[in-house]
């Protein structure tokens, strides 16, 4: 079945500094992709949808400065977290949009910012 | 307003007995995709089952099926013959749109704990 591999599964960074996280499909070619962020016991927040070669679209309320997403080939989208601070720690995963109808999650990357 | 709707945060269910988790939903487009995932706390999404608004039958995996009732606007997890490793959260969510070009909307989840 269809894979999405997304990297680090985990990370812990400086208040300040600029974490990056990688979301790649790895035997299809997706168009589309997804970005969410969930925080402890609550649901997944779509922050961002991306589209090869074009910009993301942001949901309302996210710092498009802040969370920088590129999507420069069909099968790689990132996730930059710019000057990242202790409250952006949470829980990062990536979807892509695998075919007509499904969607393909990665497994996550747990960010920690200290 | 709430697109998605999980109502019950919690629920218990005895193994080997059927448990149904709660979903009810709000669009005005009539193309959508209702879909059910299960999380475990490991963080993964696992894909449980899918149902279009246009599917006459209601959809099942295995031990999973899905009550629709479209003109409820409910789409009800149910799952025969719990087991132990069922124990996870689980996430209604809705595509609105014909493909999965379209964003995916999450409920608030319910945390299912199976008894032994």
């Known amino acids: 079945g269809a894979v999405v591999s997304q990297h680090p599964s985990w990370v812990i960074c400086k208040s300040g500094t600029s974490v990056k996280i990688e979301c790649r499909s790895l035997?299809?070619?997706?168009?589309?992709m997804f970005w969410y962020r969930q925080f402890p016991k609550q649901s997944l927040m779509l922050m961002a949808t991306?589209?090869?070669?074009?910009?993301?679209?942001?949901e309302q309320g996210v710092e498009k400065d802040k969370f920088l997403i590129n999507h420069a080939s069909l099968t790689l989208s990132t996730l930059t977290v710019t000057s990242a601070h202790p409250e952006d720690s949470s829980f990062y995963i990536c979807?892509?949009?695998?075919?007509?109808?499904?969607?393909?999650f990665g497994s996550g990357t747990r960010l920690t910012v200290v | 307003a709430q697109k998605i709707t999980q109502t019950q945060p919690g629920m218990f269910v005895q193994e080997k007995e059927a448990v149904t988790l709660d979903c009810t939903y709000d669009t005005s487009d009539p193309s959508y995709g209702l879909f059910w995932y299960k999380q475990p706390s490991s963080g993964e999404m696992i894909f449980l089952i899918y149902?279009?608004?246009?599917?006459?039958q209601n959809a099942t995996e295995g031990r999973y099926s899905l009550n629709f009732q479209k003109a409820r606007k409910s789409a009800n997890l149910v799952i025969s013959a719990s087991q132990l490793g069922d124990s996870a959260m689980y996430f209604c969510?809705?595509?609105?749109?014909?493909?999965?070009?379209?964003?995916?909307?999450f409920g608030s989840g319910t945390r299912l704990l199976v008894r032994p």
């Open positions: 035997d299809f070619q997706a168009t589309t």
């Open positions: 979807s892509a949009s695998e075919d007509s109808y499904g969607y393909t």
């Open positions: 149902q279009g608004s246009y599917d006459q």
């Open positions: 969510a809705m595509r609105e749109g014909r493909d999965s070009s379209y964003k995916l909307i």
């Open positions: 991306s589209n090869e070669g074009s910009k993301a679209t942001y």
